[in-house]
């Protein structure tokens, strides 16, 4: 595969995994919306997050509870590892060209993602 | 104020951002955060943590329409994330220790500086037509671009200088959970001497990675607050794609001087708010 498609590739990755973001981000401001709109406005509300929601290897295992906050924070997820995807198939195009300096270059980037979003948790 | 008109002003509010982020280029993060603190009250750790969010979406949407066309130098883009992500990591591990009044009167000049980076950039800068810098021939660095007189070769300049601005910009990133669009193309087009284009695309490329690098961080210390940034994110999105669809067909050299200035002036609210403590 040339590089320049390669990069078409990437970009529709992209463009797919942030319409599932939205999609997802959107159902559960609805379901959000539907419960709790008529409350009146709070803002003590925003320090009351539970643990389960604050980092990133906790948002994935609790994801799925399907919960208005659990689909909302998944859709985030998702736009947050699109940008580890990219970084990775970015990586992989260097590897085709046999770009040793760039495969160097992305591997960098790739493990200081990684290393933030993964194992950093100041709070545990 | 229920949470439903909440939700809804935020909304309209954050496509605006988007949109206009979009048409001058400036990005949506530095009007977000000040409306979303100034008029909203929201705290403005949760601002930063919407925007940070928005600015991945936005860099994520765009990315498509402008890699296909082939502007996007992916070389230039990964070379120069390696200073930013670094910035990144620094400035969002600082972003736990520093006070509110201080990052409202750091985010005040990075708006000043915005507004007059984006006020003076011009569409059409000169392209270096001469000898590259060697680390770019290095690094082949080098491209090509589409013109209205056939492809044009550009070669890159000032390597190590853009490198050292990306770190700069990678720290207000995670300190203030900007893209830092204004500081990319800073690099890109007055140091490295890119087509406008090339910049614009490039510093789209990479800042969605430099913002997932301080989301770690902004996660882990509560910063992204789902009920917050659920309208803001969705605005955003829209906003800055109906901006990206409309962009050719807009001369925007009015709009950018207007949007400047409102950025000049929420800007100086920052600094006093930050300084008087009333944030």
Not at chain 2, 46 to 73: D, E, F, H, P
Not at chain 2, 180 to 197: H, T
Not at chain 2, 222 to 237: A, M
Request: charged share 10%; glycine share 10%.
């Amino acid at each position: 595969m040339t590089s320049e498609k390669m990069q078409i590739a990437i970009g529709q990755i992209l463009r797919v995994g942030v319409f599932i973001s939205f999609i997802l981000v959107s159902i559960g401001g609805a379901q959000y919306l539907w419960k709790n709109g008529n409350a009146p406005m709070s803002f003590a509300m925003f320090s009351t997050l539970p643990a389960h929601f604050v980092t990133v290897p906790t948002i994935f295992l609790h994801a799925f509870d399907f919960s208005a906050l659990g689909l909302i924070q998944l859709g985030l997820l998702t736009l947050v590892l699109l940008q580890l995807a990219r970084v990775i198939f970015t990586t992989a195009m260097f590897v085709v060209l046999r770009e040793s300096l760039f495969i160097i270059i992305c591997l960098f980037i790739l493990s200081v993602l990684i290393y933030s979003l993964f194992w950093y948790h100041p709070n545990f | 104020m229920t949470i439903l008109t909440f939700s809804i002003l935020l909304l309209i509010f954050s496509y605006l951002a988007g949109l206009v982020g979009a048409l001058t280029g400036l990005g949506g993060g530095v009007v977000l955060i000040p409306a979303l603190v100034l008029f909203f009250h929201v705290d403005i750790h949760y601002a930063m943590g919407a925007s940070l969010i928005s600015v991945m979406a936005t860099s994520s949407g765009a990315a498509l329409a402008y890699l296909q066309r082939g502007y996007t130098n992916v070389r230039i883009g990964m070379f120069l994330e390696v200073g930013a992500v670094v910035g990144a990591l620094m400035g969002a591990f600082l972003v736990v220790f520093v006070s509110t009044s201080f990052i409202a009167v750091i985010f005040g000049l990075v708006m000043f500086l915005s507004a007059y980076l984006t006020g003076k950039r011009k569409e059409d800068s000169e392209i270096s037509k001469s000898q590259a810098h060697p680390w770019a021939t290095y690094l082949k660095l080098n491209g090509k671009y589409q013109t209205a007189e056939g492809e044009q070769p550009y070669y890159v300049q000032q390597v190590p200088l853009a490198l050292i601005t990306m770190v700069f910009a990678g720290v207000l990133s995670g300190l203030l959970g900007i893209g830092s669009g204004a500081l990319k193309v800073l690099a890109m087009d007055q140091f490295m001497r890119l087509p406008y284009k090339v910049s614009a695309t490039t510093s789209n490329f990479i800042i969605g990675i430099t913002a997932a690098v301080s989301a770690g961080v902004y996660f882990s210390n509560g910063y992204i607050n789902p009920i917050i940034t659920f309208p803001v994110l969705i605005g955003v999105l829209i906003g800055a794609l109906s901006g990206a669809f409309v962009l050719a067909k807009l001369h925007n050299k009015k709009l950018r001087l207007i949007f400047s200035i409102v950025v000049l002036l929420l800007g100086s609210e920052m600094i006093y708010k930050g300084l008087t403590g009333h944030l």
